[in-house]
């Protein structure tokens, strides 16, 4: 996200803050993902146990004040696991959505600005990528380059590029049309310019809000390969891979895939409310109300 | 004219592909342009001025649209010559192009002092601070009130003619030689208008620049222009001094323009308008363009086109008309 949000355009953090304080459920939204996000980087510090330590005396305890969420069938501290499973489900989910706007976001504002030959191959070469269901591409990537957080970056950014140039694009191909541009080309300015200080901040609302609704996606994907077995490898704490771990055990120890599932479902909820909330801010038509 | 021109175009030829042929929209436009003076291209909507100033700045759309011929002269290099590269390096340094819309010609995200000073840091040297200063100073100039303290606000919270001030500030920012005002006051209150024509001519007697200025009222030509090139279908029909044009149009188009005019000192029903239309861009007729409309017309009208030429005793002044100019030798009917 950091490369697009750093598009110079005075006074934009103090906008988007008014944009999401004014938006009730967008605040909420930004309030969980907030709190997810502080967890996780948070980890080493408010884990009372090593998200690896095993104690067998202590397996598949019900929550009690040493464990506060219980322990799984290695007697390790499930909260310590959940909150160090966040960082891998956020540095993964982040790190994809980042490199999804820059490389699907600068290929979608080219080919609007460009048009032409060079427009219908890019989109064309979008559609394919588009093809692919997201959890077939991460599969494939997996199955092949192997389970590293590295690959499971690579799998989810390959499924997102097309969508973010898709929702550059199209802005793009109406305001490259405004009198400003035209204007700024009388000014002498090149292509890169125009495009890059004059266009670029024009479009950065819609990227936004795809963006927030990809990164839940994305944590999605991550917890879904995971949970198939193909996310990074065990004994690593993930938020998938612990759903798949107790799920052995969902009779008798049920806290075991219940509590990370509740830590998908308060990302994404909190993303989903924030995206909503940015799409409702942004819409020309609520704009001015 | 001592001293050498600002600016010279000779036999500028513009075309425009449509339905895969080519037509010409501007036609062996000839003129030149000495410091400190404004000319103005007056015709009605399509008859060529604004493709005149897209072609001399190289703005012509490329998808669709080529110069074919002419020169454009401007500190003894010819820009039709060019390259894109180097074309980027005059555009907004040394030529400079206001528009017809101040409401949608300035970035709508961008702070107006930001847009004013990213015009001056791309052409200059200066560090982003001078630049700043500058900018700021530039603003003062075109006099928007309390430009300082406006400096860094959104277009949205300026009015139309603070918004043309500003453009105004852009397009000089770098000190250009010659200035292309595409219609920068149509879009503006008369007495907004006003203000912003009484701007332009002051800076252009400041700086010693020259200026294109298009427009389809001939009542702001009176005001602005030393020199009026009328245009119709493409064509230059009639140049002259402003006060030789308004004393006596040579052209039938022009007094026809002329009568057009509402004026307060004579009835509403006095008023002329001009029968028929254009003739459109794929069906010019073999002789003058203008013969369809024209009350005066000959036989000779419809088959040669006139040249543009001094009728004996005329002087400078121009026309296209085989009726009032003829051949240049003092006209035979």
């Known amino acids: 996200m950091t490369a697009v949000m750093t598009a110079p355009r005075p006074g934009f953090w103090i906008r988007l803050r008014t944009t999401i304080l004014r938006h009730k459920i967008a605040s909420l939204g930004a309030a969980l993902v907030a709190l997810v996000a502080l967890a996780a980087m948070l980890a080493p510090w408010l884990s009372p146990h090593d998200p690896l330590e095993q104690n067998v005396v202590l397996r598949l305890m019900g929550p009690s004040a040493d464990n506060p969420l219980g322990t799984d069938s290695f007697g390790r501290d499930i909260l310590s696991r959940i909150l160090w499973g966040g960082r891998v489900s956020l540095l993964v989910s982040t790190s994809a959505v980042g490199l999804a706007i820059v490389i699907g976001g600068a290929l979608g504002l080219l080919a609007g600005y460009i048009g032409g030959a060079f427009d219908r191959v890019t989109m064309a070469a979008m559609d394919v990528l588009l093809s692919f269901p997201t959890l077939v591409m991460g599969l494939l990537v997996v199955a092949m380059l192997g389970p590293t957080v590295a690959n499971l970056i690579l799998a989810i950014t390959l499924t997102a590029i097309a969508p973010f140039a898709r929702i550059a694009r199209a802005p793009t191909l109406a305001v490259k049309e405004r009198d400003f541009v035209e204007a700024g080309r009388a000014l002498g300015f090149s292509n890169l310019r125009i495009m890059g200080i004059h266009i670029l901040p024009n479009i950065v609302d819609e990227i936004l809000v795809m963006a927030s609704l990809w990164l839940a996606t994305a944590i999605r994907t991550e917890a879904s390969l995971s949970f198939i077995g193909l996310g990074v490898r065990p004994p690593t704490a993930t938020w998938g891979g612990m759903i798949r771990e107790g799920f052995e055990n969902i009779l008798d120890s049920p806290w075991l895939a219940i509590f990370p599932s509740l830590a998908i479902l308060v990302i994404m909820l909190g993303l989903n409310m924030l995206g909503d909330g940015l799409r409702d801010a942004t819409d020309p038509r609520l704009r001015h109300e | ?333």
Not at chain 2, 109 to 126: I, K, M, N, S, W
Not at chain 2, 302 to 312: H, I, S, Y
Not at chain 2, 314 to 326: D, E, F, Q, T, Y
């Open chain 2, 1 to 333: 004219m001592s001293k050498a021109p600002a600016l010279v175009v000779e036999g500028l030829t513009t075309e425009f592909r449509i339905g895969g042929a080519w037509y010409p929209a501007v036609r062996n436009v000839s003129f030149s342009l000495a410091r400190n003076e404004t000319l103005a291209l007056v015709g009605e909507s399509g008859c060529g001025k604004s493709i005149t100033a897209l072609s001399i700045i190289g703005l012509v759309p490329k998808a669709n649209g080529r110069v074919t011929s002419g020169r454009v002269l401007l500190d003894g290099r010819d820009l039709l010559r060019l390259d894109e590269a180097a074309m980027e390096k005059i555009r907004g340094n040394r030529i400079a192009m206001i528009f017809q819309e101040p409401m949608t010609s300035l970035n709508p995200v961008l702070p107006v002092g930001f847009q004013v000073a990213e015009a001056l840091r791309y052409h200059t040297d200066l560090s982003p601070k001078a630049a700043r200063e500058r900018a700021l100073q530039l603003l003062q100039h075109v006099k928007i009130p309390s430009a300082a303290r406006r400096f860094d606000d959104f277009p949205h919270q300026f009015s139309g003619g603070m918004r043309q001030r500003v453009m105004i500030a852009m397009a000089l920012a770098c000190g250009p030689a010659v200035m292309l005002a595409d219609e920068p006051t149509t879009a503006l209150d008369v007495t907004i208008q006003a203000q912003v024509l009484a701007l332009l001519a002051e800076l252009k007697s400041e700086t010693g620049m020259a200026m294109i200025f298009i427009t389809h009222n001939l009542g702001v030509v009176a005001s602005i222009a030393d020199r009026v090139a009328v245009m119709y279908a493409g064509d230059i029909v009639e140049l002259a001094t402003v006060e030789e044009l308004f004393a006596a149009p040579l052209h039938p188009y022009t007094e026809a323009l002329l009568y057009s005019i509402p004026r307060v000192d004579r009835d509403a029903v006095d008023l002329k308008p001009i029968p028929g239309q254009v003739p459109p861009i794929t069906a010019m007729p073999a002789g003058c363009r203008y013969a369809a409309r024209c009350p005066y017309k000959m036989a000779r009208c419809e088959r040669e086109v006139p040249p543009l030429v001094a009728p004996a005793g005329a002087g400078g002044h121009l026309g296209r008309c085989w009726v009032r100019a003829g051949d240049g030798a003092g006209g035979h009917a």
